[in-house]
């Protein structure tokens, strides 16, 4: 765990995020850390019931809560209505984004034609193309891949070996994590004559703002319209976005999740880790899906979807799995025995 | 959007591709798209029928469509036995491959005794190892590294940062997108005295031709025999090939896959997102599987194979799914009944 | 299959590994093969029953196989009682891993304050940050990216385009396949005002000594703690290892699996493809979780684990997995059904 140089009164906290203080404003600390983890340097913070017990046994030197919570503990503490976002704010204070010093690396292969302006930076070995455009005081990592046409906005940060297509569109503040490839060629294919013909992928990757994408998600070009990702999307890692998707804004969509091509996400959706989502389906906004759900069908009304098949024993496992092949029958022979049951009582009347 | 730069006369396209056109044989068009986006300048297409009613309202200036379907609009058209195979065909030649120019640049690094012909294109930061024979007009992008001693045939189309691993063979006209990695160690290893020993990969990947790799996807090389491409292979995204594996001609694979060691998949086989395949199992030609499907048994015959847990609302699952693990139970208690339902008619015999 | 290029006899074989030999000790071998594809001068093993009947065709040199099966052939052989480990040592033996030479390529990038000794190798257009310190007799190959104060162990081997972020520890004898991201953020957000806020990911990586990571796999940095791989673990391609993820010694993770934040994984455990693991749980020692398996649950016992919907004709799926969701009525008319069957009985005292 890195720790933060510089050290923060309490007082100057809550005067920077709100929040009720109770205790020293003087204390100080210099870093977040979870309440089992934490030194008495530590600022932490109580965002679930479930781990109130460690709230009695913490070192930390003082604990962000909510207002249920505030009389858990007597250590110093600032009392606000959502702890974690509360601590996100601190965490992001403490811990600002090293960027690295502005400038083209000496070994960086930039077309002429393209525009980087000087509060940028281009590390090591990346390739910059034809007409690329790069917003103030992006970070283009080493051995980074800007294709022709790219335009990438302010604030940007490509990590190393990212790839983005001739083309694509990347907004403001968009983190891009190591591996990442933003506008591969689309998996379109026609049948003929007994061989597979290419469908040329002429579409774009249109990526709105504040959107994060994890190491090596891939997102692909549209067939012929264009993907989109909207504003404060925010992607796991190895996660495949298929040609011609749109994920609404703010949604979340966790790691190993496949979306295959021209379904439509909704805003607000939360989608849990290898979640697998059809083509051409759309899905509301505010709907979660569970982790691991296949999802075959349109969803139209928010609410939590799942289908997964819960681990068991193995020997337990391939004593009931058998039956599943047999449900149909099972189910038969349900209403069989119901449609008897019925019987003898009419012959009762 | 990309908008192809040429004029095309319908008269002029279809004599190249054949088809009946009914319409004026001047209009004329630049590019193709969906019915719903055409404009005007656009050629479109209707391959399937639930798509009939975008045909009244289209805005497109011509319409490829098939032979039940010509009666269906006025505008301009072309009539053809497989619209969606025409369209492909129109579509690659309204927007061929922009081809870099050929050469090596001058940050790659080449080892003196690779043989690269003068056709090539070799991108900045490319690295070619010993022996390495690269085929005539073949583009390797920038930052892909080809290991030693592969064989890269001719009109291939490495994408940036793609990585071939020593001794692989790679076909003519094989397409790999950014980030696939050709030939790593497979899943190789031995327990030996509470530690894993790893067991050398000493195969290699053989990869026909016509073959197309998605981004990220990882093929494995052969733990002592060869992993085995067929001509013709599509594979999409992110798909995990293990050693050993043996994928068919024209066989499709969508993205998500993972294909465990020693599988021989057969030939024309259609595989959907997420579908997991065991180990050491033999799949027939002309094999579907659906998306999400997990196939733990050798397939023998040709036809649809499914195994996914539909998604429901998710207070549903939970009095569903616990069900699940008392399948054998319940099947049990049937029994029982029919029995016992059988019982009762003999007693009044 | 690349063929090893020295000659060795039996007798100095068994000299060197142990075991029984059976036959002229020598016989020489210059390879070892399967069964099936062995030729004169392989040496091949027999380490499960099923393969039996391939003993009677091989046209192996040589033959590793176990006590129960030593009278099972008249080729030269060497009786074991692990014939598999046998063959793995003798497979590194006969295939020694080859090491670039020493140095640093004039293309790289190395901060002034890296420290790497002599013995170590760093390829073609590698980046190595601030206060990185490499081990001994280290490769770093082409296009790798090692960050700020980095710490990479002793004879590790970085294959081409590997990325570790910052701060991360790499212990003794890791080998990283090409396209492994080591360190990037892990997936934490906090919604806030109906936005979602990053908060920083300041934990590290640790992986220990003896690890294998397969290609395109991301392991994330902790958010506050560090995610932890211990000694000896083997992951195979594409897996996700979220953020504060363990995981314990010698286990063993097939490809394409995804293990979410937090969760705990024991030692000696085994992992099939494409299992899917949720976060804040914890997995014993010993426990076997089938292929394509979804845990959402802790456990606590050693043993096999399985979850997995088995494959069937599509016609009979479509049949089948309506009753899915109604399990919960066909339970209850279970119920209803006995209680009926029960009541008859009563009367009939």
Chains 1, 2, 3 share one sequence.
């Not at 007409?131 to 046409?149: K, L, M, Q, R």
């Not at 998600?217 to 796991?236: H, N, S």
Request: some cysteine; aromatic content about 6%; hydrophobic content about 40%.
């Amino acid at each position: 765990m890195s720790s933060g140089e510089r050290s923060h009164s309490l007082g100057s906290i809550v005067e920077r995020f709100g929040g009720e203080l109770i205790g020293d404003k003087n204390v100080s600390v210099t870093q977040v850390a979870p309440l089992e983890l934490a030194q008495p340097w530590h600022l932490s913070f109580l965002s679930q019931a479930k781990y109130r017990n460690q709230l009695e046994t913490t070192r930390a030197g003082a604990v962000i809560l909510g207002p249920e919570a505030r009389d858990l503990t007597s250590l110093p503490r600032i009392v606000c209505t959502d702890p974690y976002a509360y601590f996100a704010k601190v965490s992001s204070f403490f811990n600002p984004v090293k960027i690295p010093p502005p400038g083209l690396h000496s070994s960086a292969v930039v077309a002429s034609s393209a525009r980087i302006p000087a509060s940028a930076s281009v590390g090591a070995h990346a390739c910059i193309g034809e007409n690329a455009v790069i917003g103030e005081g992006t970070v283009v990592s080493p051995g980074c891949f800007v294709g022709d046409g790219v335009k990438i906005g302010d604030a940007c940060f490509l990590h190393p070996r990212v790839v983005i297509y001739h083309q694509c569109i990347i907004g403001d503040r968009v983190i891009l994590q190591s591996g990442v490839v933003i506008g591969a060629d689309g998996f379109g294919i026609a049948m003929d004559a007994g061989r597979w013909i290419k469908i040329p992928q002429i579409g774009r990757v249109l990526i709105g703002n504040d959107v994060e994408i994890g190491a090596n998600t891939t997102v692909d070009r549209g067939a012929m319209g264009d993907t989109v990702i909207e504003d404060g999307v925010k992607l796991d890692n190895l996660i495949q976005v298929g040609h011609n998707v749109r994920i609404g804004a703010h949604t979340a969509i966790a790691g190993c999740v496949g979306i295959a091509g021209s379904t439509k996400i909704g805003r607000y959706c939360r989608i849990g880790g290898a979640a697998m989502i059809s083509g051409h389906l759309e899905i509301a906004d505010n709907v979660t899906i569970s982790g691991a759900t296949g999802v075959g069908k349109t969803i139209t009304k928010a609410g939590i979807y799942t289908s997964a098949y819960p681990a068991e024993p193995h020997h337990e496992w391939l004593k009931n799995a058998v039956h599943l092949r047999h449900l149909h029958e099972l189910a038969k022979k349900i209403r069989g025995l119901e449609k008897q049951s019925r019987k003898p009582k009419r012959k009762t009347k």
